[in-house]
């Protein structure tokens, strides 16, 4: 059976094809810089430059390399028997993946205030994919599914009870990820009764415990800026600096916005948002950078500690992402002075960390820690699976 996936952005269109249940990938690759004149699609190793107006160009693109590729890959597109698409805030509504209906769609259109950046993107995939593979389920997975187990102790905000009834409440990001990585963990532990931190680490971030296989608490709240320091967002901030910006400073609520999502975090702390350019630095004696990978790493280590107590105690600590699974200075710091935890990394092991299958547990820590690479479409893949079997 195969399965597309696609993460639409609003300039952008990721995909896969998958062969299930093996997962074996078919067809990887991706639209960027959709509607500009540079646009670039990327099939395998088929590239073309040149420009892609719509979204529906970019699956046009697709369907032609599917069907007209030196060795086709499908007959036709109605081989394709799902399009799972990533959609990325599911309010209080979506728990599961989901079959798309007119009302679904509805749901997600009503999600845009949540998610203004993501769910207009992600409708149009999807609306674009209902035209192109008309014959295909399409199905919607949530990247806030995940975290909807978490209890209310830890998902309701301490502000008038109005408000949570109108929904703000944490929702929690990246949840495809932590799941993918915690089922992964659970299989190399051989358990789901365990207690797991998951790191993902890129340049969005966002730290998740893990009780039981479900998700008890994460970082990220309302929205994707706050918990730990990422790329360009600034995590956890003080709430009355907003006000003092946009009262005492004059800035408006956009500016604001903008400080907060992309002017922050690393690139305000190190001039860049980009980690290998902050090791670089830090290496050469940049004490911006230095103090940054020491604030960056401290964010992780409070929540560590924080998910830790909540959970009263800790089996295994999972890193993710193009930080967690590339940058064993990060780990390093994010683990250091952590043995009153039980948390002990092999310094040698994390340099190396393919050389042991990324278990790089140190032969003192009663906390197994892991590298996990983050495989969000195989995710999509197998929940659209388990959905249509
Ligand atoms: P992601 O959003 O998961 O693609 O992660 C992007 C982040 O991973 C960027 O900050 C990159 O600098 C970082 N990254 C990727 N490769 C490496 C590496 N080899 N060492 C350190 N950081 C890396």
């Not at 978490?150 to 009870?161: L, S, V």
């Amino acid at each position: 059976m195969k399965i597309l996936v696609l993460n639409s952005g609003s300039s952008s269109l990721k995909f896969q094809l998958f062969e299930m249940p093996q997962a074996t990938v078919l067809v990887k690759g991706l639209a960027e810089r959709i509607g500009e004149k540079t646009s670039r699609f990327v099939a395998n190793d088929f590239e073309v430059n040149e420009p892609i107006a719509t979204h529906k160009d970019a699956l046009h693109l697709l369907t032609d390399y599917l069907l007209d590729s030196k060795q086709p890959i499908l007959k036709d597109t109605s081989e394709i028997a799902a399009v799972g698409h990533r959609v990325v805030h599911g309010g209080n509504t979506f728990v599961q993946p989901t079959v798309i209906t007119g009302q679904v769609k509805d749901k997600i259109r009503e999600l845009f205030s949540l998610a203004p950046l993501h769910n207009p993107a992600n409708l149009t995939g999807i609306e674009t994919a209902e035209e192109i593979f008309s014959n295909a389920k399409q199905i919607a997975v949530f990247d806030t599914a995940f975290h909807q187990s978490i209890p209310i102790e830890n998902h309701k905000y301490a502000i008038p009870n109005n408000f949570y009834e109108a929904g703000i409440r944490k929702y929690g990001f990246h949840g495809i990820s932590h799941q993918y990585v915690s089922r992964e963990a659970n299989k190399l532990l051989g358990r789901k009764d365990i207690k797991l931190i998951t790191l993902h680490l890129g340049n969005g971030a966002s730290a998740t415990a893990v009780l039981n296989g479900k998700s008890f608490d994460t970082t990220m709240g309302f929205g994707p800026m706050n918990g730990l320091i990422m790329g360009t967002r600034s995590g956890d901030i003080d709430q009355s600096i907003i006000f003092y910006l946009l009262e005492k400073l004059n800035y408006s609520s956009a500016d604001i916005q903008n400080i907060l999502n992309k002017q922050s975090g690393m690139k305000a702390l190190a001039g860049s948002n980009d980690l290998r350019d902050i090791e670089t630095a830090a290496n050469q004696g940049d004490k911006r950078a230095q103090l940054a990978l020491i604030m960056y790493a401290g964010t992780i280590k409070k929540y560590i500690g924080n998910f830790t107590a909540q959970m009263n105690g800790l089996d295994a600590l999972i890193f993710t992402a193009g930080i967690g699974e590339n940058s064993d200075v990060v780990r390093d710091l994010a683990t250091k002075n952590l043995s009153f935890l039980g948390i002990e990394i092999d310094p040698n092991k994390n340099k190396n960390p393919k050389k042991y299958q990324g278990d790089i547990t140190g032969k003192n820590s009663k906390v197994k820690i892991f590298i996990i690479p983050t495989n969000e479409e195989k995710e999509i893949a197998s929940q659209v699976y388990q959905l249509i079997y």
